[in-house]
């Protein structure tokens, strides 16, 4: 199955609820003042922000300028808009090697497999990758990544538990170097947003990541629960208060219908979605197309 059937497939639930939600206001017809609002409340039900549901409904009505149109060019409509708003994130290069991409988010999350699934991505490319165990904090994290590591058929550099989170990292970008690695990915503990001391040994694993390079990570990707919807807006702010964040991974969107959040978390906060999963296997977490994306969210 190829990457675009895989984000129409993965993206189903939340395709069939929009579709559903929005030909019980509207069938054929000219769009009203009471329609727009009507399919306003239909979006917001999506997990779509008020204000990036307003802008595709502005662009739909610019479209429609009076005509009759029916259900599916409506969504056809809202899917092109959707395409305006939502941002690619640029491949990663390999300009400095090795290129070092950090993974942050809170527990449950899939920040380990994702990085496991992202090394496989990386790996089946014939990029040499390695994984850095850093959530030094959560029993069996280590192992855990381990097992990934072994199933993604890359290296891993891993110290005991309760060891420094930073001194992990630190040795795995030595490691990465004297290796010829081209990808070093870095997980980290899981961890409250709201937790300043954890917040803040994150903040000293990238300060002395830069005692190597002043310009690691080069990213620094935050994972997030598909099914947490818009409530992971929170998330987002308290984590790039400790890191620069460059992207999003969104994960586990096969299983909600709240997929129309990624609309909002990248449009309204300017940082690119660069995965997404879609389901438990090692190739079910794909580079984010916005066109593949507002067509498995709007499409027939």
């Known amino acids: 199955m190829g990457f675009f059937d895989k984000i129409i497939q993965g993206l189903s639930r ?18 009203t003042d009471e329609t727009i609002e009507a399919l306003e409340e ?35 409509w809202m899917a092109e808009e959707a395409k305006v708003l939502l941002q690619t994130s640029p491949p990663s290069n390999f300009d400095s090697k090795p290129h070092v991409i950090m993974f ?21 490319q014939g990029k040499k990758v390695l994984l850095a165990a850093c959530d030094t904090f959560r029993a069996g994290a280590i192992s855990q990544l ?26 795995a970008y030595a ?14 503990a899981g961890r409250l947003h709201t937790k300043d001391n954890l917040m ?4 000293k694993l990238v300060r002395v990541l830069r005692k190597h390079d002043a310009s690691l990570p080069h990213e620094t990707l935050l994972v997030i629960d598909g099914n947490t919807g818009q409530n992971a807006l929170p998330q987002f702010k308290g984590f790039g208060v400790a890191a620069t964040l460059t992207g999003l991974v969104v994960t586990k969107l096969d299983g909600t219908a709240k997929g129309g959040a990624v609309l909002t978390l990248t449009h309204e906060f300017g940082v690119p979605v ?14 984010f197309d916005p066109v593949s994306y507002a067509q498995g969210l709007f499409g027939p």
């Open 14 to 31: 939340t395709r069939q609820t929009v579709s559903r939600e929005i030909q019980a206001v509207f069938g054929k017809g000219k769009l």
């Open 104 to 124: 942050v988010g809170v527990n449950g999350a899939g920040k380990t497999t994702s990085i496991a699934k992202v090394a496989h991505q990386f790996s089946s």
């Open 146 to 171: 381990d097992v990934w590591a072994t199933r993604a058929g890359v290296e891993i550099v891993k110290h005991q538990e309760g060891t420094d989170a930073a001194s992990v990292a630190y040795d």
């Open 175 to 188: 490691a990465a170097k004297a290796r010829g690695c081209d990808l070093l990915l870095i997980d980290t």
């Open 42 to 76: 239909k979006l917001l039900a999506a997990d779509i922000g008020w204000d990036t549901a307003h802008l595709i409904l502005e662009g739909v009505r610019k479209r429609a300028r009076g005509q009759e149109i029916d259900h599916s060019q409506l969504l056809a």
């Open 200 to 203: 803040e040994e994150l903040r």
């Open 274 to 287: 660069s995965w997404i999963g879609v389901g438990e296997g090692l190739d079910d977490l794909i580079p």
